[in-house]
């Protein structure tokens, strides 16, 4: 294996692989980066079991092969290199690679390159499509309701229900509960659920672009995969049965409220401000056309009046505050 590659897009890709490797892992293969030559082009690619990333990018190919380097050292190494093109030639028998920049060199010994699991694609079930854009859209308006406790690992995934052109997007942690509907392609024109873990979803749309080109999404039972613009990333769904969340979404109300979302948002962090660990608890009084809205921590005490439009009932409620901060800021009203 023997390329030129341009520093920043050589790191850039490296980076945004990186998102999947696993330094903790006991196998010490998974701490790595595969980097496979061949034509015009490299693909690099790390795995942690549960998730995989694969991208690849136009390099000067001298001749092509594959290495697998510790992602740590390679990625510190490629950040501090002077702004120009690298060469990076690897030793098939001894499976180190050398990285030529100017008249300087350095050489990273790396791993067998055939105990690399392989990140792939696999058979499908079903094949949709939705724009970026979207997609980033609605995993930031639903993904913030899911656990982070691993002990219950069914509530650490967004529940994606597809009904053909219909799907359903729900997480909860059992103390909230975020819910989106909306249109999708669906090829297939099939129904299924999918739990898919919120980590996955935070770092899909950490490495996909913000434009209305379309991400390509396929799954089966055990996994997902999202291709986008040379881009591809495999996940493990959970497996579990994820609640009847639909017996707590409320089929009517008696209170309808309407003011300005950026004033109840910044009242509830400034009440976030009181408690260094935890979340206050926000105490609203709904009056005639008021909210008052008050915080009590040892901290001290939080005091204040929102104007709103109400319809129905006056009303008295508390919320935790960080919990009523996150929705509104997933919100796209103003």
Known sequence: MKFIADRDNLLHALQLVQRAVSPKNPMPILSGIKFEVSKDR???????????????????VLSPGAAVLPARYIIDLIRR????????ESDEITGSVRIKYGQSEAVINGFPVEE????????????LSISEKNLKDIVRQ???????????????????????????????????LAWRRF?????????????????????????IGNSEDNIK????DKKVYFISNGIFLVSRLIDGQFPNYQVVVPKEFTTRVTLKTSDLAEAAERASLLEKEGSPVININLQENVILLTANTEAGRLSEEIPVYREGEAIQIAFNARYLSE???????E
Do not use: M, W
């Open 217 to 220: 999404i396929t799954a089966n």
């Open 327 to 333: 929705a509104l800021k997933a919100t796209e009203s």
């Open 81 to 88: 290199l002077p702004g120009l093109p690298a060469i990076i």
């Open 42 to 60: 490299i693909f690099l690619s790390a795995t942690d079991l549960n998730v995989g990333i694969k991208c690849s990018l136009p390099v000067e």
């Open 116 to 127: 690399f699991p392989e990140v792939s694609l696999s058979d499908s079930k079903v094949n």
């Open 142 to 176: 639903v993904v913030f309701a899911a656990s982070s406790d691993e002990n219950r690992p069914v509530y650490n995934g967004v529940l994606f229900e597809i009904y053909g052109r219909q799907v359903v997007a729900v997480a909860t942690d059992t103390h909230r």
């Open 183 to 207: 249109s999708i392609e669906n090829q297939e024109n099939i129904d299924i659920k999918l739990i898919i873990p919120g980590k996955t979803l935070n770092d899909l749309v950490k490495i």
